[in-house]
């Protein structure tokens, strides 16, 4: 049976919002317009809703196999359903990490078997991201992988770094960088910054991203391979990319949404819930990177959702693991703090978590158009409701965000044309 949307606010082709409805068929959107027809038909009604395409995350941690303690793939994407998300992209720091057919395939069956929305899995650049021996790029191609990352560990040799890059290439395969030479970490759990000075503890320097990223784009460029950023987080990271944009370099960048909305000046505390990798920067890297978004050197947003046990977080900040919390919260933070307060637009918002990513990556997600595979949010933007992690499907509630109060709620999240989660139904 069909299903139409009534009556949600949506941007039309002229990039102005306005009152449209939805028709879907099977997993597809078979028609958008007004008024349209609703006999014999399933009927949602989105009044005066926004709608946007399903948000397509690309840089999400679900911990399965070998974390479930900390995340499952049903509750990652439950989460990530009920923060609006249709697409996630999965990292490969898991046990085992998805290093060879075998462990990709088998990850591959548990996504298709308690997956509440569309994962792309990330195969690793390394054997268990150790950093010593390249994975056989071309049959993880053939068994589904996304792209080749290290995520949680930078490649600290550049020889390693161009191989790899140049066997993605032959693939048409990109590689995504976690940007961070350990030879500059100074064993920091947050940024070196007056916020480490005044605690007097270890900070890892902004040096320590931005020597990657301009490492990695002279090796791309040597190598022809589209290179992505993962969290970039300095000022200097974002002038390099810059750059390297401006000389033709495939290079692409993510931004997370702690990165745009926290600062150093922000940490309350030795409180673990503002320590993640990379760590909260000093005021103008935050204001660099928005300036970077705004102007197209950083291309989208990605959450990094990092789920990690309470008792691993209640550990103190030297030794507590690094990583937040992201999917449930991400859309409405944003919305309430960037587009509410006029620095983007409603429509760059979306963007940045839709179409962009999906873009960057020739995904063929992330549109509200006829024959689009129907991924497809419904969000409250006029009720203010505050952030309660206790309420997360997420098992991991280490977020710096409890609490706050926030718009922009999504309400129903529609993927593949079946509803993945709906505000108020009851769901495991
Ligand atoms: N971002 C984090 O602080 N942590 C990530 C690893 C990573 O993204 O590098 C994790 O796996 O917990
Ligand atoms: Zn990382
Ligand atoms: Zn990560």
Known sequence: MKTVIKNGVLLDNQNSFKKADIEIEGKVITKIGENLATENCNVVDAGGLLITPGLVDLHVHLREPGGEHKETIASGTLAAARGGFTTVAAMPNTRPVPDTVENLEALNRKIEETAHVRVLPYASITIREAGKELTDFASLKQTGAFAFTDDGVGIQEAGMMLEAMKRAAAQDMAIVAHCEDNSLINKGSVHEGRFSKEQGINGIPSV????????????????????HVCHISTKESVR??????????????????????????????LDTNYKMNPPLRGREDRDALIEGLLDGTIDFIATDHAPHA???????????????????????????????????????????MTIK????????????????????????????????????????????????????????????????????????
Not at 218 to 226: G, P
Not at 326 to 343: C, I, R
Not at 390 to 410: H, L, R, V
Request: net charge negative; aromatic share 8%; with cysteine.
């Open 310 to 352: 309470a008792e691993e977080k209640a550990q103190g900040m030297q030794l507590a693991p690094f990583g937040i919390v992201g999917l449930e919260t991400a859309f409405p933070l944003l919305y309430t703090e960037l587009v509410k307060k006029g620095v983007i637009t409603l429509k760059q918002l979306i963007d940045f």
């Open 357 to 428: 990513p999906s873009e960057s990556f020739s995904l063929p997600y992330g549109e509200l158009k006829e024959g689009a595979t129907a991924d497809i949010v419904l969000i409250d933007l006029e009720t203010e409701k505050e952030i309660n992690a206790e309420e997360f499907a997420s098992k991991g509630k280490n977020t710096p965000f409890n609490e706050k109060k926030c718009y922009g709620w999504p309400v129903m999240t529609i993927a593949e044309g079946k509803i993945a989660w709906e505000k108020g139904r009851v769901q495991g």
């Open 208 to 227: 320590c991203e931005a020597v990657h990223i301009a490492r990695d784009i002279l090796l791309a460029e040597a190598a022809d391979c589209h290179y």
């Open 240 to 269: 390099t990319v810059r750059d390297a944009k401006s000389a033709g370099i495939r290079v692409t960048a993510e931004v997370t949404p702690h990165h745009l909305l926290l600062c150093e000046d922000d940490i309350p505390g």
